[in-house]
Every structure is written in structure tokens, then in C-alpha cells.
Nanobody, 122 residues
């Protein structure tokens, strides 16, 4: 079993930045790829970014590429999402998730956090 707890969400103006954190209570954290997903009201959950267990491989959704950066600190069992140049369309609940398989597909993820709200005002 694993528990994931996100933090760092909030209200920010367009063009601003936020850094999300996800603390994981899981054995062998480095054996899990970690992903960030988001869900806006009325829309399906969508992939944002994923990082491999070692941190050596990352992938991003086209909509956030060049603006968001995913990273992890395996000594702290924590994954981060640095979000810059935020846009109103980035407004959503952001979830971190853990998977044994490096994937952009939410169905491959075994553990999920409760989510943190990010609101970007225009």
C-alpha cells in the first residue's frame, strides 16, 4: 500500500508560477514511476507529466511542455511539479500518482493522492 499527499496548490495570476509537491509513504519509492495528472470541471482526467524511478526519464503533455518541470528526490520520497508561465486553462485539480510502469496512461497507475486545486486567474 502507498499513500500520496499533494501540496502547493493555490490561486495565482496568469503568467505566475507554482510548485506542487507530492510526498509518498511507500516502500522502495525509487521503484515507482511518478506521474502528475489534472482534471478540470466537466473534463476527463488528463496526463501532465511522468518521471521514471531513477529520475532519468521524463515525459510531458504537449500543452505543458516547456512550461512545467517534473522532478523527484528519492531521499525524501517526494516528487515535484514546477509550473511556470501559468495560463487560465491550467486551472484544475492536480493529482500525483504512482505506477510500477512508466506510462502516460492513468489506467496504469496504482496509487493516487487526494488532489490539490490550482486556479489561474486571467
Amino acid at each position: 500500500q502507498a499513500q500520496l499527499v499533494e501540496s502547493g496548490g493555490g490561486l495565482v495570476q496568469a503568467g505566475g508560477s507554482l510548485r506542487l509537491s507530492c510526498a509518498a509513504s511507500v516502500r522502495t519509492f525509487s521503484s515507482y514511476a511518478m506521474g502528475w495528472f489534472r482534471q478540470a470541471p466537466g473534463l476527463e482526467r488528463e496526463f501532465v507529466a511522468v518521471i521514471s524511478g531513477s529520475g532519468g526519464m521524463t515525459s510531458y503533455a504537449d500543452s505543458v511542455k516547456g512550461r512545467f518541470t517534473i522532478s523527484r528526490d528519492n531521499a525524501k520520497n517526494t516528487v515535484y511539479l514546477q509550473m511556470n508561465s501559468l495560463k487560465p486553462e491550467d486551472t484544475a485539480v492536480y493529482y500525483c500518482a504512482a505506477t510500477r510502469y512508466y506510462s502516460t496512461n492513468y489506467a496504469r497507475y496504482d496509487y493516487w493522492g487526494q488532489g490539490t486545486q490550482v486556479t489561474v486567474s486571467s
